[in-house]
């Protein structure tokens, strides 16, 4: 094969043609239970006002210096333009993706990021398979992308809500872990983290959007009813989580009745992922040396 040959070969083949498919991950945080492959998994096993032995005084800090290192990995993943990052966020309602998002992507470069927000599906997305439309998200190349809610809505809120039946959606775990193979494949790393909140807790956040006027608008009617829901919604979460737990997108699981220790351990986990992936600024392009900018 010639040079020019390999070249165009190298731009066309995706990024993963000689990345690591079955990365081996870096351990999450303190904390923070990695749901493990092929076992089954009791969601009420973790305790969600855990802290993972972290110091709440020292946190602020913490989750700085993590957001530095977040920050700097970005830049050499996107100067590398070879593989990306998809993190996927869910919970119950109240259960603070909105906040961990803000939190740990504060001081990102908002040209290597990307969050989606992914809400009752449109007609015309009803109308496709139901991966399609986050198929469409996935982060390309150099870039991170954020799932605030995802492809698990299909296997959750679509369960518990009897949207489809029951043997459409049983399928789903399998096409789901398909999906994740592939896009881990083609280059993409796949962090998926569950927030875990107390009953109490998820009453208390309620309250608050009814009582605080700068709440008001997150405040939805529907999380009453969807509270109702409340135990199907912990099945519905121990199946996916049990059944869609893969060596190469293993769940975790990150107690998060705590912000602070809910942020810091979801940014160092973020970190530490980037880490390991050891993103590399491109060669200069051949010939730079010696040159020099005219007046
Ligand atoms: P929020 O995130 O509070 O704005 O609410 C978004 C709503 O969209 C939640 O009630 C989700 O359960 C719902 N939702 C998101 N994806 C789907 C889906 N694929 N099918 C049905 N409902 C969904
Ligand atoms: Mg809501």
């Given at each position: 094969?010639?040079?020019k040959?390999?070249k165009r070969?190298r731009?066309?083949t995706p990024?993963?043609?000689?990345?690591?498919?079955?990365?081996?991950r870096?351990?999450?945080?303190?904390g923070?239970?990695t749901v493990?492959p092929?076992?089954?998994?009791d969601?009420?096993?973790?305790?969600p006002?855990?802290?993972?032995g972290f110091?709440?005084e020292?946190?602020?800090?913490?989750l700085?210096?993590?957001?530095?290192?977040?920050?700097?990995?970005?830049?050499?993943l996107?100067?590398?333009?070879?593989?990306?990052?998809l993190?996927?966020?869910?919970a119950?309602?109240?259960?603070g993706?909105?906040?961990?998002?803000?939190n740990?992507?504060q001081?990102?470069?908002p040209?290597?990021?990307?969050?989606?927000?992914?809400k009752?599906?449109?007609?015309?997305?009803?109308?496709?398979?139901?991966?399609?439309?986050?198929?469409a998200?996935v982060?390309g190349?150099?870039?991170?992308?954020?799932?605030?809610?995802?492809?698990?809505?299909?296997v959750?809120?679509?369960?518990?809500?009897?949207l489809?039946?029951?043997?459409?959606?049983?399928?789903?775990?399998?096409?789901?872990?398909?999906?994740e193979?592939l896009l881990?494949?083609?280059?993409?790393?796949?962090?998926?983290?569950?927030?875990h909140?107390?009953?109490?807790?998820?009453?208390?956040?309620l309250?608050?959007r009814?009582?605080?006027?700068?709440?008001?608008?997150?405040?939805?009617?529907?999380?009453?009813?969807?509270r109702?829901?409340w135990?199907?919604?912990?099945?519905?979460?121990t199946?996916?989580?049990?059944?869609c737990?893969t060596?190469?997108a293993?769940?975790h699981v990150?107690?998060a009745?705590r912000?602070?220790y809910?942020?810091l351990?979801?940014?160092?986990t973020?970190?530490?992922?980037?880490?390991?992936?050891d993103?590399q600024?491109?060669?200069p392009?051949?010939?730079?040396?010696?040159?020099?900018?005219?007046d």
């Amino acid at each position: 094969m010639t040079k020019k040959h390999g070249k165009r070969h190298r731009a066309a083949t995706p990024a993963s043609a000689d990345a690591t498919p079955w990365q081996d991950r870096p351990r999450a945080a303190p904390g923070i239970v990695t749901v493990v492959p092929g076992r089954s998994f009791d969601l009420a096993s973790v305790d969600p006002a855990s802290d993972g032995g972290f110091e709440k005084e020292a946190a602020g800090e913490a989750l700085k210096a993590e957001r530095t290192r977040i920050s700097a990995l970005q830049e050499r993943l996107y100067a590398e333009h070879r593989r990306s990052l998809l993190v996927v966020f869910q919970a119950i309602d109240t259960g603070g993706k909105d906040g961990t998002i803000r939190n740990v992507f504060q001081g990102v470069n908002p040209q290597g990021c990307r969050v989606w927000s992914f809400k009752v599906p449109s007609a015309e997305e009803l109308d496709q398979d139901f991966l399609w439309r986050y198929h469409a998200k996935v982060p390309g190349r150099g870039l991170i992308g954020v799932f605030n809610r995802s492809h698990y809505e299909d296997v959750l809120a679509v369960r518990v809500k009897d949207l489809v039946p029951e043997k459409i959606w049983r399928e789903r775990y399998g096409l789901i872990n398909d999906f994740e193979r592939l896009l881990t494949l083609s280059g993409v790393t796949v962090l998926k983290f569950f927030l875990h909140i107390s009953k109490e807790e998820q009453k208390e956040r309620l309250e608050s959007r009814l009582v605080e006027p700068d709440k008001h608008w997150k405040f939805d009617p529907a999380d009453l009813v969807e509270r109702k829901s409340w135990d199907a919604y912990q099945s519905a979460f121990t199946d996916a989580l049990s059944r869609c737990s893969t060596p190469y997108a293993p769940w975790h699981v990150v107690p998060a009745n705590r912000k602070w220790y809910r942020n810091l351990a979801i940014a160092r986990t973020v970190a530490d992922t980037l880490e390991a992936m050891d993103p590399q600024f491109p060669e200069p392009k051949p010939g730079i040396a010696g040159l020099t900018v005219s007046d």
